[in-house]
């Protein structure tokens, strides 16, 4: 995720990529290749980033926020902290911290590869209006980026974050019912995919409800109609909805947000 954000930031004429500095573990060639690519300094440890930066991502597993930010915290005064770390919490990066720094945790998903991501980002109690007016800018150079209150990030998780891999799994059913009644399936997955991306730009251009958009689709008596009963009649809508509920509180059993 970090060097799909670095690519984007550099292509939406944010930044260059020598303006750039990232450490990385040793054994992480690939990706200390990447951003040696880039023209951005490289390290092995995170000192020196934070002292040569006044932006800095957290992109690292959650489990080891705590002892990195612990590893930078003479260096955090007057620093803005960008964190994208799942289920990471404001307080728990706020007290690793200088109380100096400023925090802003976001919620990014993994259509950022493509930059068509949809993030959305919680200001932390020191971040002031252009921490935030940043922050945007930056994500949607990879996408979308809105700003929502802390609580709603379990369910925005089950939702944008986790909501990819059940938009995969209904692009691999399209293609293999249409594999099922004859179509190539290389030609199966472009149409199924290319019909997603359509529908979802469609949705959001129009500003008009699914529903809408979902009846103009459907004749009386016609194919679509009979598609969709059988969709109806396997509990298609309540599998999807199911999924959010089920991830988020999976996320709250995660975070300690019962």
Do not use: W
């Amino acid at each position: 995720m970090a060097q799909a954000m670095a690519k984007g930031f550099i292509s939406a004429g944010l930044t260059k990529g020598d303006n750039m500095v990232a450490s990385f573990h040793p054994s992480d060639q690939p990706n200390i290749e990447a951003f040696k690519s880039f023209g951005a300094k490289t390290f092995v440890e995170n000192l020196p980033v934070v002292k040569q930066s006044e932006v800095v991502f957290i992109s690292v597993k959650p489990s080891t926020v705590p002892s990195v930010l612990g590893n930078v915290q003479p260096a955090s005064d007057g620093k803005l902290f960008i964190s994208i770390a799942m289920g990471v919490t404001l307080a728990e990066l706020e007290k690793s911290l200088s109380t100096k720094a400023r925090v802003v945790r976001v919620m990014p998903n993994i259509p950022a590869l493509a930059r068509s991501g949809a993030s959305v980002y919680v200001r932390g109690k020191g971040a002031t209006t252009e921490d935030c007016t940043l922050t945007q800018a930056l994500f949607e150079a990879i996408g979308t980026c809105e700003e929502v209150p802390e609580n709603l990030i379990d369910p925005i998780t089950a939702l944008s974050g986790s909501g990819p891999a059940y938009v995969f799994v209904l692009i691999e059913a399209l293609a293999d019912g249409a594999v099922r009644m004859g179509l190539p399936r290389d030609l199966a997955y472009r149409l199924a995919s290319q019909t997603v991306l359509g529908s979802g730009k469609l949705v959001r251009e129009s500003g008009r409800h699914p529903g809408q958009l979902k009846d103009d689709v459907t004749s009386p008596g016609g194919s679509t109609a009979a598609g969709l009963a059988f969709l109806e009649q396997n509990a298609f809508r309540h599998a999807v909805a199911g999924a959010v509920e089920a991830a988020t509180l999976r996320c709250r059993e995660v975070s300690g947000n019962k």
